[in-house]
């Protein structure tokens, strides 16, 4: 009998309304204004948030101000943190195309 693991689907959210009693994983737009060892702050306009990742997962070149979305989960603690799973490079996608992935 195998064992089943179920990941909740990320939800798409602001930063200003993730929930940490609500959200375990979350799907976010929003530019690179900073950038550390494992770690970036995303600015989506509605907030700010510390993103950290680890060496292992892919991800695009970091630049500050560059846009990019992010799939991960929510680590509740003093200030809200996300911990990626996923970092996607959106830079140079299309505006029309960029306003569909944020409905």
Avoid: C, H, W
């Avoid at 930063?15 to 375990?24: A, G, Q, R, V």
């Avoid at 892919?58 to 992010?70: A, F, S, W």
């Amino acid at each position: 009998m195998a064992i089943e693991f179920k990941i909740e689907p990320a939800v798409k959210r602001k930063i200003s309304e993730i929930n940490p009693n609500l959200d375990s994983r979350v799907s976010l737009i929003g530019k690179i204004i900073d950038i550390g060892e494992n770690l970036i702050v995303l600015d989506d306009g509605t907030g700010k948030i510390n993103i950290s990742f680890s060496e292992e997962i892919p991800k695009p070149e970091l630049k500050q101000n560059k846009l990019v979305r992010i799939f991960g989960f929510v680590i509740p603690s003093e200030q809200i943190e996300i911990q990626a799973e996923i970092i996607q490079d959106i830079d140079k996608l299309k505006p029309k195309y960029l306003e569909i992935l944020r409905k």
